[in-house]
């Protein structure tokens, strides 16, 4: 299989890239694969990539994540709230502090 990569260097907003490292430098420390799904996935590769407009935008990025256990999901959970994310009333759901993050 042929690994392709799109290259959306400086086209994604800081935030967004906030959010996007501090997620996957954190599940690659605790060798839990992920990948971006949902509406965020669609913007990266048909506006940010192909130049297509955007007809609705969303504020939330939603991550499809690997985990062999609960306890493996609750460390990952753990390091991001270590590193400044913020725990909500859905217990798989966490918020980015952006001024947590650096």
Known sequence: MTSTSLDITNKVDSSTL?????VTDAAQRLAIPL???GATARDLVLHHYYGATISRSTQDIDFAIQVPDWSAFEALKA???HIGFLETRTSHRLK???GGLG
């Open 18 to 22: 906030a959010v996007l490292r501090s």
């Open 35 to 37: 990948f971006v799904i």
């Open 79 to 81: 390091e991001l709230l």
């Open 96 to 98: 980015f502090s952006k």
